[in-house]
């Protein structure tokens, strides 16, 4: 079975200051590796995956994360973050043998003040 | 340009009245998946269809049923909702079942009265 942990359940920072958010998996088996937002009251849109290759994952609005091995990460960054990037964000996965099953961490409600 | 739509976007309901929420996808995807999601907690898959072929979670209450009358469509039913049953329900849909991103629609915020 896997598990996600969003280590941060809300994270507060400044308009058009850096943020990470960090999601953390456990499995036995090799994983792919999803971020989703969610903003109010809608569905989810895939931000990126990483399913093989490159280690940094480069997706929409500007946001990157880096998949560690090692450390079983997957942090989400952005350099400078806007008021429209308020939402919730979801850090999922998918193991290789579990068809196309997602198992979702709790998500990090990313809150960006002016 | 929609590509996987619910409706509607918000339904109320009564204590054990039935409730029907609908997915439709122009996408032509083989799998589309039901999840329910509480406030502020992950999404839950309740079941999922690959064609014709259905699939339910394992902790799906029987009260969640679902229906898939052709590739575009698939339907929740809820045959007697209860006060926890109130949540956010997505659809998502997938070219396959193996390696495909899942796509979802909007949800549909349900209250139950």
């Known amino acids: 079975a896997q598990s996600v942990t969003q280590l941060d359940s809300q994270v507060p920072v400044f308009e058009e200051a850096p943020v990470e958010l960090r999601c953390n998996y456990s499995?036995?088996?090799?994983?792919?590796l999803f971020w989703y937002v969610q903003y109010p009251n809608q569905g989810l849109q895939l931000l990126l995956k990483?399913?093989?290759?490159?280690?940094l994952v480069k997706g929409i609005n500007g946001f990157e994360a880096e998949f560690n091995k090692s450390q079983t990460s997957f942090h989400l960054r952005k350099p400078s973050v806007h008021i429209s990037d308020t939402a919730e964000y979801f850090c999922?996965?998918?193991?290789?043998?579990?068809?196309?099953?997602?198992?979702f961490g709790g998500g990090t409600r990313l809150m960006v003040k002016p | 340009d929609a590509m996987v739509i619910q409706n509607p976007r918000y339904q109320v309901t009564q204590f054990g009245k039935p409730v029907t929420l609908s997915c439709s996808q122009t996408?032509?995807?083989?799998?589309m998946y039901w999840y329910q999601q509480k406030s502020s907690q992950a999404p839950k898959l309740l079941f999922h269809?690959?064609?014709?072929?259905?699939?339910n979670e394992a902790d799906t209450p029987d009260n969640f049923q679902s229906r898939r009358p052709n590739t575009s469509f698939c339907f929740l039913d809820i045959r007697s909702p209860g006060l926890g049953d109130a949540a956010m329900y997505l659809c998502?849909?997938?070219?396959?079942?193996?390696?495909?991103?899942?796509?979802f629609g909007p949800g549909t915020r349900l209250t139950v009265l």
């Open positions: 998502a849909t997938s070219r396959d079942d193996t390696t495909d991103t899942q796509y």
């Open positions: 499995s036995s088996v090799s994983v792919y």
């Open positions: 269809y690959y064609d014709k072929d259905f699939n």
């Open positions: 999922a996965v998918r193991a290789n043998n579990a068809g196309n099953m997602l198992t």
């Open positions: 990483y399913l093989s290759g490159s280690t």
């Open positions: 996408l032509n995807h083989n799998v």
